[in-house]
Nanobody, 118 residues
């Protein structure tokens, strides 16, 4: 698995916003556009959950728990994907992981810690 460079995690109050970023590493820069791209999250004691996905064709889908609040996007120039997280709730804290890949590649970020606390 190829690590991706993540940033943007942190601590926010309920109702706050964060934007997570995930930049492709050098090894996969040339194939960034062809990848399906996704954000996952994993809370303590839970399995890794798919949060949002954008396919290589540009279509998106979201977990029901984040629909209307989170938006996944990509920047093909910067070779970066984003997760805009609005109206964060107490059920959202987790380590968030970006993922990019195809049938030959499965690259993961090291994780962004997102905490929500008053």
């Amino acid at each position: 698995q190829v690590p991706l460079v993540e940033s943007g995690g942190g601590l926010v109050q309920p109702g706050g916003s964060l934007r997570l970023s995930c930049k492709a590493s050098r090894a996969i820069l040339s194939t960034f556009t062809s990848f399906n791209k996704a954000w996952y999250r994993q809370a303590p004691g839970e399995s890794r959950e798919l949060v949002a996905i954008i396919t290589n064709q540009g279509s998106t889908n979201y977990a029901d728990s984040v629909k209307g609040r989170f938006t996944i996007s990509r920047d093909n120039t910067r070779k970066t994907i984003y997760l805009q997280m609005n109206d964060l709730k107490t059920d959202d804290p987790a380590v968030y992981y970006c993922n990019m890949g195809n049938e030959d590649t499965n690259a993961w970020g090291s994780g962004n810690q997102v905490a929500v606390s008053s």
